[in-house]
């Protein structure tokens, strides 16, 4: 598959010659700290450079600095364009996985694990808002935790399920993340999926023993503020108390005697 020749980026990117391809992820990495919004068709387009550029990349080595290079990208973008550009990457992905041979599959692999663990780290980043979160979960739903739909390839489903938990365990510092909206289209798919094999996959993952980890931290912090409000209130009250003690002996003060 040629890749198209009209945005220079993505001609540059798919060059065979490593030092045009490394000018043109530079370009681009600038180009997207100043650009104030990405259109969904710019995005795609980019998407299908990065690929290639992924696609030509030998020796473990590069790959790995390529795909961390690939994943930083989403920490350079102007906030309207994060969702826009999360989603073409998702979208390409699940259109060229199956034109993957098995020689590449292994830095695609990679490369999808850190898109998912950066996606979990700009969220943090960003406080976990809920309505962004909200709409990098629905990308989740549309295509690496998809139910249904065809398009999807199970095999880039079974790498989501299998990465899912464990990296939100790494971006989850504080133990605040929303985890019931994080982990709503994983519950969802192992419910819903036809497929079998999928499902218990999921069940897998779910049974994880960080998410009651997650759980018995969260209940503890809970509890730790409860204790600290009751100590707070009850310092409170003590000193309400010693105040009004202290009015009542200056009430009684008659003064000194002559």
């Given amino acids: 598959m040629a890749p198209e020749q009209s945005n220079p980026f993505i001609k540059q990117l ?41 696609w030509l990349s030998d020796k473990p080595r590069p790959q790995q600095q390529l795909a961390r290079d690939l994943a930083d990208l989403l920490h350079v973008l102007k906030p309207d364009s994060f969702l826009v550009f999360a989603r073409a990457f998702w979208q390409t992905m699940s259109r060229e996985w199956n034109e993957i041979d098995r020689w590449r599959m292994d830095k695609y692999l990679y490369l999808v694990r850190l898109y998912v663990q950066e996606g979990f780290v700009y969220l943090r980043q960003k406080k976990w808002e809920e309505g962004l979160v909200e709409e990098y979960v629905g990308i989740m739903e549309e ?19 299998d990465i899912y938990v464990d990296e939100l365990d790494k971006a989850d510092e504080k133990d605040d993340a929303p985890l019931e909206v994080l982990l709503a289209p994983l519950r969802r798919l192992g419910k819903e999926s036809p497929v079998k094999s999928l499902r218990e996959r999921v069940q ?20 730790s503020e409860e204790d600290i409000g009751d100590e707070e209130g009850a310092a409170v009250q003590s000193a309400g108390t010693l105040a009004h003690v202290d009015a009542d002996s200056d009430d009684d003060f008659g003064g000194f005697e002559d």
């Fill in 14 to 54: 798919a060059s065979s010659d490593r030092r045009i391809r490394e000018r043109a992820l530079s370009a681009l990495r600038t180009y997207l700290q100043q650009t104030p919004s990405l259109d969904p068709t710019s995005a795609l387009k980019l998407h299908k450079g990065l690929y290639y550029c992924m």
């Fill in 143 to 161: 295509f690496g935790l998809n139910v249904r739909d065809g398009k999807v390839p199970n095999g880039l489903r079974y790498h989501v399920v």
């Fill in 204 to 223: 897998e993952g779910l049974g994880d023993p960080r998410l009651e980890d997650w759980a018995g931290r969260r209940e503890l912090g809970a509890e």
